[in-house]
């Protein structure tokens, strides 16, 4: 049995609320605290919610670290699916963040392995209170694929065929515009926050949302790491998601 919390909600509006909320208390009850925070379709909603809280000016982020999982390699960071653009546009350019207080890795440059050190060691310096996440369809999360150790800190990955198919419909649904590779938080990392909140959507979801409530801790599905996390894992996912629990 997992020790996961699963917050059931209906769809993805109540997701976004709900999880919205968790955040937004955390960042209410410690103002200075630091969140690792993920791309892709599934935080977009809880970072609308952020953004709204902050506009009716119950919250300021000002203190605030973060961490984010993800980048891709070989796209500019001035690319629109850049995770670094994607992360100014959908919240860091509507908030009152302080630039010097983010953190994203970097995948620019001709050593990507001192990239992912540094971006290590940053992390380790630090504490994660809030790790954000979404999921991949295989189980992936951050950009650690099946097959990828749990013992792993910020590596460089190369990208499953079904990543990057998922993936296409950001880029003109075309699969070659795909990258490649990415820079990512390895799974290590991600244990070593405080507590940890999964957002899932849909039903393309619902097959991993039941291995990582169900299924065995494995590193094939790199998910399956948080059943052993020694903080609070919350997931939040819609009924779509659930449909196979
Ligand atoms: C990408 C990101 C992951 C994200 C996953 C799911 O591959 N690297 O961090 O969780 O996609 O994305 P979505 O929420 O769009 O389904």
Same mark, same amino acid.
């Given at each position: 049995m997992s020790k996961i919390e699963l917050i059931k909600v209906k769809d993805y509006n109540e997701l976004s609320e709900v999880a919205g909320k968790i955040m937004l208390e955390l960042v209410k009850e410690k103002p200075a605290c630091t969140l690792g925070l993920a791309t892709g379709s599934s935080p977009i909603g809880l970072y609308q919610y952020l953004i709204k809280a902050y506009n009716n000016k *119950?919250? /300021?982020?000002?203190e605030v670290k973060t961490f984010n999982l993800d980048e891709y390699c070989?796209? +500019?960071? /001035?690319? +629109? *699916?850049s995770y670094y653009s994607f992360m100014h546009t959908n919240l860091f350019n509507h @908030?009152? @963040? #302080?630039?010097?207080?983010v953190h994203i890795p970097s995948s620019v440059g001709g050593d990507l392995e001192k990239n992912c050190a540094d971006y290590s060691a940053a992390l380790n310096a630090a504490t994660v209170d809030m790790q954000l996440l979404g999921i991949g369809a #295989?189980?992936? @999360? &951050?950009? #650690? *694929? +099946? &097959?990828? /150790?749990? *013992? /792993?800190?910020?590596l460089i990955v190369t990208l499953k065929e079904k990543t990057r198919q998922d993936n296409a419909r950001f880029f003109d649904n075309d699969i070659n515009q795909v990258p490649t590779h990415a820079i990512t938080m390895g799974i290590k990392n991600i244990m070593n926050a405080k507590s940890v909140l999964l957002v899932a959507s849909g039903k393309n979801k619902a097959d991993a949302i039941n291995k990582l409530m169900? &299924? +065995? @801790?494995t590193e094939d599905f790199p998910a399956s790491a948080l059943q052993n996390h020694k903080g609070k894992v919350i997931v939040v996912a819609d009924e779509e998601a659930c449909s196979l629990l």
């Open positions: *119950e919250v /300021s982020f000002k070989d796209l +500019p960071v /001035s690319h +629109p *699916e @908030i009152d @963040i #302080n630039e010097g207080n #295989n189980g992936h @999360i &951050g950009f #650690n *694929e +099946p &097959g990828t /150790s749990f *013992e /792993s800190e910020t169900n &299924g +065995p @801790i």
